[in-house]
């Protein structure tokens, strides 16, 4: 009878190891996939300390600025000129559908009110306000989806031990206990995650500061969210291929598949929806000197660009330490907001469509509309290779005049014309 007990007390073992490895989405989070993908654009906020000497967000770890000098900044910390209600209407014009701000970035101090440690807005700040908890009554008034941006590691902390590779100039500690860490972080997603009504992601950024063998326990932690609100989405800014218990993949200053920036060279590009996340200059977090600015032009290109893969565009803004977007800043997101006015049919919705993208622009569809997005016209003459389909017509978006094409081997030739410089010019392609 024992030998019967253990041997089903072991295949039980081996059922609950086997269940736990095998992430299997709730329905909720499936159908917040979708609408994750449908959303399109969003909007990137940086912001903490560092924001008040104006020179990024890494400034603690680039200039080895000793831990306790640092949280001293807490003291001076009063963003007078915040308002969570501007915030999401500067965002709403922007046309975008989402924020994911920085709950607790690498310097350790976090923006919201959390009991589990006094290094926070509330208690270490003459300001006193639950930042986060204003920005996500503000966001669930107006429809606007609020994700975490969440620090794994800190240079703040002593249990964050072993070192990373960041942070070693900054006096913590050269022995800690990595499992106080680990409850401490289970124990501010818990809050994160019931405090501020529901959420829409959970946005991990670090695990790259430790050896690529280092056990953070995310099975564990993604576990923990997953329990809390099934439908959150997962997102680690990891640059790998998406692990067990993710629900969607970023790709950091790249598009999907791209390398440019250097940090996506072993990242697979997976099945999960995909976001590439960008900034307006130089820095993700505000910097007095940083006034290299992309166009309204560019950053408009690069939504597109991202739709065209597959993928959704959060762009960064780095609010100065009073709680103001930057002039600039907000100059630029309302040229996409208007923009998106006019061509966000094209855009919002839409998955990558059947092109590849190519020099000369991407493709977006919606059901049987494709839309063509030519943003560097090559010739009078653009050839789509839309072969097994079939084409019924063909007309520029912007105001609906037919555009002649004639079935070709292997697709259709589009009768563009010589087009002059836009910043996208658009042609719906209707399959029957």
């Given at each position: 009878m024992r030998i019967v007990n253990c041997t089903l007390l072991f295949l039980l073992l081996s059922i609950f190891v086997e269940a736990q490895e095998t992430y299997i989405p709730s329905a909720e989070n499936l159908q917040n996939r979708e609408q994750f993908q449908d959303m399109k654009f969003g909007v990137f906020i940086h912001w903490g300390l560092y924001s008040m000497p104006g020179d990024g967000e890494w400034i603690m770890h680039n200039k080895n600025i000793h831990y306790a000098e640092y949280a001293r900044l807490a003291r001076g910390f009063y963003p007078s000129a915040f308002d969570a209600e501007e915030w999401v209407a500067d965002v709403k014009a922007a046309g975008a559908n989402y924020i994911c701000i920085t709950s607790r970035h690498h310097d350790g101090f976090s923006m919201f009110g959390t009991r589990q440690s006094p290094f926070n807005i509330v208690e270490a700040t003459p300001f006193g306000r639950d930042v986060i908890a204003e920005l996500a009554a503000a966001c669930h008034r107006e429809g606007i989806r609020l994700h975490f941006y969440y620090s794994l590691l800190d240079w703040s902390r002593n249990d964050y031990f072993p070192l990373g590779r960041t942070g070693r100039g900054v006096g913590r500690n050269q022995q800690g206990e990595w499992e106080s860490y680990h409850r401490f972080m289970l124990g501010q997603l818990t809050e994160l995650l019931t405090h501020y009504g529901e959420i829409g992601a959970i946005w991990f950024d670090g695990m790259w500061d430790q050896p690529a063998d280092f056990d953070w326990r995310m099975r564990e932690i993604y576990d923990h969210?997953?329990?809390?609100?099934?439908?959150?989405?997962?997102?680690?800014?990891?640059?790998?291929?998406?692990?067990?218990?993710?629900?969607?993949?970023?790709?950091?200053k790249d598009l999907p598949g791209q390398n440019s920036s250097g940090y996506s060279g072993t990242a697979t590009?997976?099945?999960?929806?995909?976001?590439?996340?960008?900034?307006?200059?130089?820095?993700?977090?505000?910097?007095?000197?940083?006034?290299?600015?992309?166009?309204?032009?560019?950053?408009?290109?690069?939504?597109?660009?991202?739709?065209?893969?597959?993928?959704?565009?959060?762009m960064n803004v780095g609010p100065?330490?009073?709680?103001?977007?930057?002039?600039?800043?907000?100059?630029?997101?309302?040229?996409?907001?208007?923009?998106?006015?006019?061509?966000g049919e094209t855009i919002y919705g839409t998955r990558g469509g059947p092109i590849a993208p190519h020099p000369w622009g991407v493709t977006t569809q919606k059901g049987e509309t494709i839309f063509v997005h030519i943003l560097e016209p090559e010739d009078e003459l653009l050839f789509l290779p839309l072969e097994g389909v079939e084409v019924g017509m063909a007309r520029w978006f912007a105001d609906g005049d037919m555009v002649p094409f004639t079935r070709v081997p292997g697709g259709i030739l589009l009768q563009t014309g010589s087009l002059p410089h836009a910043t996208d010019h658009v042609v719906e392609i209707q399959l029957q």
């Amino acid at each position: 009878m024992r030998i019967v007990n253990c041997t089903l007390l072991f295949l039980l073992l081996s059922i609950f190891v086997e269940a736990q490895e095998t992430y299997i989405p709730s329905a909720e989070n499936l159908q917040n996939r979708e609408q994750f993908q449908d959303m399109k654009f969003g909007v990137f906020i940086h912001w903490g300390l560092y924001s008040m000497p104006g020179d990024g967000e890494w400034i603690m770890h680039n200039k080895n600025i000793h831990y306790a000098e640092y949280a001293r900044l807490a003291r001076g910390f009063y963003p007078s000129a915040f308002d969570a209600e501007e915030w999401v209407a500067d965002v709403k014009a922007a046309g975008a559908n989402y924020i994911c701000i920085t709950s607790r970035h690498h310097d350790g101090f976090s923006m919201f009110g959390t009991r589990q440690s006094p290094f926070n807005i509330v208690e270490a700040t003459p300001f006193g306000r639950d930042v986060i908890a204003e920005l996500a009554a503000a966001c669930h008034r107006e429809g606007i989806r609020l994700h975490f941006y969440y620090s794994l590691l800190d240079w703040s902390r002593n249990d964050y031990f072993p070192l990373g590779r960041t942070g070693r100039g900054v006096g913590r500690n050269q022995q800690g206990e990595w499992e106080s860490y680990h409850r401490f972080m289970l124990g501010q997603l818990t809050e994160l995650l019931t405090h501020y009504g529901e959420i829409g992601a959970i946005w991990f950024d670090g695990m790259w500061d430790q050896p690529a063998d280092f056990d953070w326990r995310m099975r564990e932690i993604y576990d923990h969210i997953h329990t809390l609100q099934p439908g959150c989405l997962i997102i680690n800014n990891h640059h790998l291929a998406p692990l067990e218990g993710e629900d969607g993949q970023t790709f950091e200053k790249d598009l999907p598949g791209q390398n440019s920036s250097g940090y996506s060279g072993t990242a697979t590009v997976g099945s999960l929806p995909l976001e590439t996340c960008e900034t307006m200059n130089r820095n993700w977090g505000y910097s007095l000197t940083d006034r290299d600015y992309k166009s309204s032009e560019e950053l408009i290109r690069y939504l597109v660009r991202a739709a065209g893969n597959n993928a959704n565009l959060l762009m960064n803004v780095g609010p100065r330490p009073d709680g103001t977007f930057p002039e600039r800043a907000v100059e630029r997101y309302r040229a996409m907001g208007e923009w998106l006015k006019i061509y966000g049919e094209t855009i919002y919705g839409t998955r990558g469509g059947p092109i590849a993208p190519h020099p000369w622009g991407v493709t977006t569809q919606k059901g049987e509309t494709i839309f063509v997005h030519i943003l560097e016209p090559e010739d009078e003459l653009l050839f789509l290779p839309l072969e097994g389909v079939e084409v019924g017509m063909a007309r520029w978006f912007a105001d609906g005049d037919m555009v002649p094409f004639t079935r070709v081997p292997g697709g259709i030739l589009l009768q563009t014309g010589s087009l002059p410089h836009a910043t996208d010019h658009v042609v719906e392609i209707q399959l029957q």
